[in-house]
């Protein structure tokens, strides 16, 4: 069964170091996301994308954050600058049609982001 | 406003019925899903609602009223592996946003 693949699963990184999570969503499928869960919390929105650019972000995807898909198949985020707030687990999530007409996204295993 | 309110934890017995129950408030409302994660790991889809009424999945139930801005997940003949986090999400069109989650624990 096609999954949405992403990696590293674990990264522990410096706080202001760059970090790039990557992501490999399913092959026939055209919406592409971003959430993030802190440890314990919810799953919260950051960015979704379509047809090459953000259809919609959050207010937590401010400036140190950007999308971009380099290739036929990766999907990656970047965080430039990290925070010690910016650790958590990070899940892409992709989509056949846009979510208002089945609600339905496939998320991967997500990849744990480490700040010290 | 964006919140979804559901209950943080629910504990229910091997083969009895649970039932977790959601609202939501009401801008941008196109639909109601319910998502399942066990132990931090990858949100599975389980049901969407879009519509009023109750759409059945197997042992997995969902209903919403739009009227009452409420929804439920509906869980049958519970199973041990039922045990995780149920979290339901407002389709706002172009993303999803999530409640809390429910923390269900089944007990044999």
């Known amino acids: 069964e096609p999954e949405v693949t992403q990696t590293p699963s674990h990264q522990v990184t410096q706080m202001g170091q760059e970090v790039i999570l990557r992501c490999v969503p399913i092959?026939?499928?055209?919406?592409f996301y971003w959430y993030r869960q802190i440890l314990g919390q919810k799953v919260e929105f950051l960015v979704s994308?379509?047809?090459?650019?953000?259809?919609?972000k959050s207010e937590i995807f401010d400036d140190q954050f950007s999308v971009e898909r380099p290739d036929g198949s990766n999907f990656t985020l970047k965080i430039r600058s990290t925070k010690l707030e910016d650790s958590a687990m990070y899940f892409c999530?992709?989509?056949?049609?846009?979510?208002?007409?089945?609600?339905?996204?496939?998320f991967g295993e997500g990849s744990r982001l480490t700040v010290l | 406003g964006q919140s979804l309110e559901q209950p943080s934890e629910v504990t229910a017995v091997e083969g009895a019925i649970v039932q977790i129950n959601c609202t939501y408030q009401?801008?941008?409302?196109?639909?109601l899903s319910w998502y399942q994660q066990h132990d931090g790991g990858a949100p599975t889809f389980l049901s969407y609602?879009?519509?009023?009424g109750l759409e059945e999945t197997g042992r997995f139930s969902s209903f919403l009223s739009r009227s009452d801005s409420y929804g439920y997940l509906l869980l049958q003949e519970l199973q041990m592996k039922d045990s995780a986090s149920y979290f339901c999400?407002?389709?706002?069109?172009?993303?999803?946003?999530f409640g809390q989650g429910t923390e269900l624990s089944v007990k044999p």
């Open positions: 999530a992709s989509s056949r049609e846009e979510q208002g007409q089945t609600g339905e996204l496939f």
């Open positions: 092959s026939n499928h055209l919406y």
């Open positions: 994308f379509y047809n090459n650019e953000i259809s919609e």
């Open positions: 009401t801008s941008g409302f196109y639909g």
């Open positions: 609602n879009a519509l009023d």
């Open positions: 999400a407002r389709d706002q069109g172009g993303k999803l946003i």
